[in-house]
């Protein structure tokens, strides 16, 4: 079966404006672009489709979310806020995340993208599928937007699938570099919502995401953090989905899965340091999609978030669609090897140690 691609011109006409207007006074920064600008996503888009992946994908439309849907997650007040600053012509929705006239509508989009991607799955027209929406979704909360974010894609897409498709237990396996705090937040006291990330330690939000963050409640136990040292590589991640992420998918058996991706943890992205090549997000893909075989029919949906460099995300956003769609191009990652072989990618010792405290979280689920 195929695997589903959802993309809108409009993702890419969200304006974050740049960078100098956050750092008064403004004569100390040259004006330049946001570092959440179009560009990465567009040249993801671009690689898909100049490698001929993308005649092989099942193109998604994305459909505008309705406010009801946002509100699932979002408050009526943080929806009204967003929805007036976007006419207004400009906002800040919280924490360097800026926008423009339309982003309100843009961000329905996006939400709504990460939906239809869920529709479509749920429905079986196929096996799974990757949203390639804009503006990402995981650090926003119910009141508010932060780090690049407006609205929780992720969590509205799995709010979604559980009021209309009737699903009742979701995974959640966050890889973006950053915490995926917003998504924590929305099912931190919820059992029925496996929510896993992970992510630099304490890179952004600062100091969120640590292991001791478990859950609350009857969630206890159904928020795993995986925060790995800053230069983790390709061992390191590995390790981390071997020891934490799978094991923990498996025991929770989800009847859905669904991935805030992110390409920030790449070894060329310009705002976290970790050193991931696109073989590594290959890998970490087949990891997944072989536990969701065995758990959930291979029902994957992936919602894209973060990832910085314009040159390398796009390497890594083909390994992923190649792997979930099975079809190999003959596009060479020019980088994969040099970065393959950079001091620092197997597994650290001060790397392991961060694995086995999250390790240690795994029975808190039961069986
Ligand atoms: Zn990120």
Not at 63 to 91: C, L, N, Q, V
Request: charged share 15%; hydrophobic share 40%.
């Amino acid at each position: 079966m195929a695997t589903g691609f959802v993309f809108h011109e409009l993702y890419l006409w969200h304006n974050t404006w740049n960078w100098a207007q956050f750092f008064p006074p403004s004569l100390t920064v040259q004006p330049g672009e946001h570092a959440e600008n179009p560009e990465t996503k567009r040249r993801i888009r671009n690689l898909i489709e100049v490698s001929g992946l993308l005649d092989h994908l099942v193109t998604l439309k994305p459909r505008p979310a309705t406010e009801d849907e946002i509100a699932r997650f979002h408050t009526r007040m943080h929806i009204a806020d967003i929805k007036a600053k976007s006419d207004f012509g400009y906002g800040d929705a919280g924490d360097l995340t800026p926008f423009g006239k339309g982003s309100f509508e843009i961000a329905l989009l996006a939400a709504g993208g990460a939906i239809v991607a869920v529709d479509a799955v749920l429905e079986g027209r196929v096996k799974n599928a990757y949203a390639l929406v804009r503006p990402p979704g995981h650090h926003a909360t119910a009141e508010a937007g932060m780090g690049f974010c407006l609205f929780g894609n992720a969590v509205v897409a799995i709010e979604h699938a559980r009021a209309v498709h009737a699903v009742e237990r979701v995974a959640t396996l966050d890889w973006d570099v950053h915490h995926g705090n917003g998504t924590q937040s929305a099912f931190y006291a919820d059992p029925n919502v496996l929510t896993i990330s992970l992510h630099q330690d304490g890179l952004f939000p600062t100091h969120s995401g640590s292991a001791s963050e478990n859950g609350v409640g009857d969630g206890l136990g159904y928020n795993i953090n995986i925060p790995l040292p800053a230069g983790s590589g390709i061992g390191a991640y590995l390790a981390a989905f071997e020891r934490v992420a799978i094991p923990a998918l498996m025991r929770f058996k989800p009847d859905f899965i669904v991935v805030p991706s992110g390409f920030d943890g790449c070894g060329m992205d310009p705002l976290a340091r970790q050193m991931l090549s696109s073989e590594a997000y290959r890998t970490m893909t087949q990891m997944l999609m072989q536990a969701a075989d065995q758990l959930c029919s291979g029902r994957i949906v992936m919602t894209h978030e973060g990832g910085y460099s314009a040159m390398y995300a796009p390497y890594c956003g083909l390994a992923v669609l190649e792997e979930l769609s099975g079809v190999r191009t003959n596009v060479i990652d020019p980088w994969a090897e040099r970065m393959g072989l950079w001091p620092g990618q197997a597994l650290q010792p001060h790397q392991e140690a961060a694995i086995g405290r999250a390790s240690e979280l795994l029975q808190r689920i039961p069986q």
